[in-house]
């Protein structure tokens, strides 16, 4: 049996959890797969995902499951996977999952693949395809030692629309799981936004994005000569903000803003997954890059390959031309 | 082996020790292929040239060094540097040492270059669960395995809570507060009791870097090498590793940087038109 583990936020289900049971119904091939939520009030999203082409779905409901915290979650997702006995858990490669699932597999001592993209089946063999170097190669990677197994699916690589629907809603069960609320360490407060400032990189139409390849600060004057050119606005890679380069408020990605303008230009970015979900839904994009095997160029619309303190200034002049 | 994990939860020595006012912070610190390396693979395709690479110091694990001697600067105490690889992540540590951390600690085996972050996290818990640390920082994911395990595993097997994806950092007696990042630009403050395991993001301080001061004063200071254990379970295997598969065919412009950039213009105003 395959175990998917969906993940519920302030009572709703995420799209990384559709997209995580996309990729177990790939893996189940027919085989039974049975959809687990946690949580302290799931009613609702048990019955969402009963929508799902699933044996069944468990509801595992527990008043120390709100708010999340790593030992919560690990006593009662340990406890329903002894319960269960899956061959593999399957969850979505979320910040929350990056919190929790290392605990599960150390304590039952099990293997952990992580931040998966594709499945290698042939006959009754399985390799995980999964990012290494920062995106440069792909590892296909075979879990070893006893089940069940644990993946983690990467945030957008199998599509939630894919997760098939079953003809009538699966049975719902609930299972029932002890917690010993003194025993959870940590505290967490109420989640917050840093205050936010004047630019909303969401309605923009043209963003031009810098990216480590800028070098230094004050280098920044040439996509900013762009930008104006342009009529852009400017954005940046995550590394640009933290150096305070750009402030916070620019960062485009997974943790800054997820943008969708007309053109998207990125100077000097190599196209790290925690950039691309943050942009990839950009209607063009343009990547300037020294590297040819870049990964930003998997998903340019149009590119040129070299140095962006030759090929920027031209550009520059080309516009006004 | 489920029991023995169990056990050494119970005798992980960092729990329930006495609070002193000095804290000792430990930093694991991953040494990784050079960012602009370009990949080469062994003749089985199933792991890098080492032998072509140059290394440096995983980018988290560098943010975490400094927050830790942020708050070694606040509070006093000693800052530990420990790092598990073959002879030459020794460079790594003695960088660290460069930068202000008080001693160090090798796991040395050439059995962890390339291993899974299981097999690491084991190492290094072998080598930590005996000093009576009060906070030990990761980075949030190294940028070679990228498996983003190591801290969280370690925190389990010394029987320590944990939180990861951590920008900002308080110690207040024996207790943490942490601020941890959620996605989109969420956070969320954190409160637990020390010791405890932390892993670091990138962008959590300003980095400073090594003063020749510094280099001189490392000469000096300890880097003490200790044995992995006998047994190392790995987890995973990888049986191909390859060059990702292009899905999207990108129209590359070529030509001279002038020319390049008229045609992309061009291209822009006529093709997509976008400007
Ligand atoms: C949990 C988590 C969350 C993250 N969130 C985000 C996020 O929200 N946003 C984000 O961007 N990142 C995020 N990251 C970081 C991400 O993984 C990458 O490290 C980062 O995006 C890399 O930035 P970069 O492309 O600017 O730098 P690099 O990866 O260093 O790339 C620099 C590029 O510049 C090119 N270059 C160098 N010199 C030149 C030149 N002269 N001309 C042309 N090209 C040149 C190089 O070929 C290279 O491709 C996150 C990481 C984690 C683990
Ligand atoms: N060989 C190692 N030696 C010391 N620390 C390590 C080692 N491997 C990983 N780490 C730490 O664990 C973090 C996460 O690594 P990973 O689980 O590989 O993504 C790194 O940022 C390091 O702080």
């Known amino acids: 049996m395959i175990l998917v583990v969906g993940e519920e936020r302030r009572g709703r289900l995420n799209r990384a959890s559709w997209e995580a049971i996309a990729a177990a119904q790939q893996l189940a091939a027919g085989r039974p797969l049975v959809v687990a939520v946690l949580g302290a009030d799931i009613r609702a999203v048990a019955l969402e995902l009963a929508a799902a082409q699933v044996t069944e779905v468990v509801a595992i409901q527990h008043a120390a499951l709100e708010p999340y915290t790593p030992d919560g979650y690990t006593a009662a997702l340990e406890q329903a996977i002894v319960q269960l006995s899956p061959t593999v858990v399957v969850l979505p490669h979320t910040y929350q999952t990056r919190d929790f699932a290392p605990t599960i597999a150390a304590r039952m001592e099990r293997a952990l693949v992580t931040d998966v993209i594709r499945l290698r089946i042939s006959g ?17 990677v075979v ?134 979900v943050g942009m990839k839904g950009s209607k063009t994009i343009v990547a300037i890059n020294k590297d040819p095997d870049a990964p930003i160029f998997e998903v340019a619309d149009y590119g040129v390959v070299g140095d962006l303190f030759d090929i920027v200034p031209a550009l520059t002049t080309a516009l006004k031309e | 082996c489920a029991a023995e994990v169990r056990h050494r939860r119970q005798v992980a020595p960092g729990v329930g020790h006495r609070r002193r006012e000095i804290m000792l912070i430990i930093v694991c610190i991953r040494q990784v292929p050079a960012r602009d390396w370009q990949p080469r693979l062994n003749d089985a395709r199933t792991w890098i040239r080492e032998q072509d690479a140059t290394y440096e110091t995983n980018e988290p694990d560098a943010y975490a060094l400094e927050e830790a001697l942020r708050l070694k600067e606040k509070h006093g105490g000693q800052v530990v540097v420990c790092s598990a690889g073959p002879a030459r992540v020794v460079q790594v540590l ?108 990138s962008g959590i301080n300003q980095l400073r870097y090594a003063t020749l001061k510094g280099i001189m004063a490392a000469r000096k200071k300890e880097i003490r090498t200790v044995a992995a254990p006998l047994v190392l379970e790995p987890r995973q295997k990888i049986v191909s590793l390859y060059v990702p598969e292009k899905t999207k065919k990108t129209e590359l412009i070529s030509g001279s940087p002038i020319e390049a950039a008229r045609e992309l213009v061009k291209k822009l105003r006529e093709e997509a038109r976008v400007i």
Not at chain 1, 124 to 130: L, M, P, T
Not at chain 1, 249 to 264: C, D, F, N
Not at chain 2, 108 to 134: C, I, M, N, T
């Open chain 1, 124 to 140: 009754e063999n399985i390799a995980y395809a999964r990012p290494m170097f920062q995106g440069k190669l792909t590892a296909d």
């Open chain 1, 143 to 276: 879990p070893l030692g006893p089940a069940p197994h644990f993946i983690t699916v990467q945030v957008g690589a199998f599509r939630a629309d894919q997760a098939s629907r079953g003809a009538v809603p699966a049975p719902v069960r609930s299972l029932s799981v002890s917690i010993d609320s003194t025993a959870i360490r940590q505290t967490p407060e109420a989640p917050f936004q840093e205050a936010r400032q004047a630019v909303d990189l969401s309605q923009a139409q043209r963003i031009v994005s810098v990216g480590r390849g800028i070098k230094d600060a004050a280098n920044i004057a040439v996509a900013q000569r762009l930008a104006e050119a342009l009529g852009a606005e400017l954005a940046a890679s995550r590394p640009i903000c933290d150096a305070g380069w750009l402030p916070m408020e620019r960062q485009v990605g997974s943790s800054g803003q997820t943008v969708a303008p007309k053109l998207y230009l990125a100077l000097g970015i190599s196209g790290a997954i925690q950039h691309l």
């Open chain 2, 94 to 201: 003695r960088e660290a040492l460069a930068r202000g951390a008080d001693r160090a600690i090798h796991v040395e085996d050439d059995r962890l270059a390339g291993a899974d972050a299981f097999v690491v996290a084991h190492a290094l818990a072998s080598a930590l669960k005996d000093e009576p640390f009060d906070l030990i920082l990761t980075g949030l994911q190294s940028d070679d395995n990228g498996s983003a395990q190591t801290g969280v595993v370690l925190a389990a097997l010394l029987g320590v809570p944990h939180a990861t994806i951590i920008m900002e950092v308080h110690a207040q007696g024996a207790t943490l507060r942490v601020k941890r990042e959620l996605e989109g630009g969420w956070f969320q403050w954190i409160n637990m009791p020390l010791p405890a395991v932390l892993t670091i993001q």
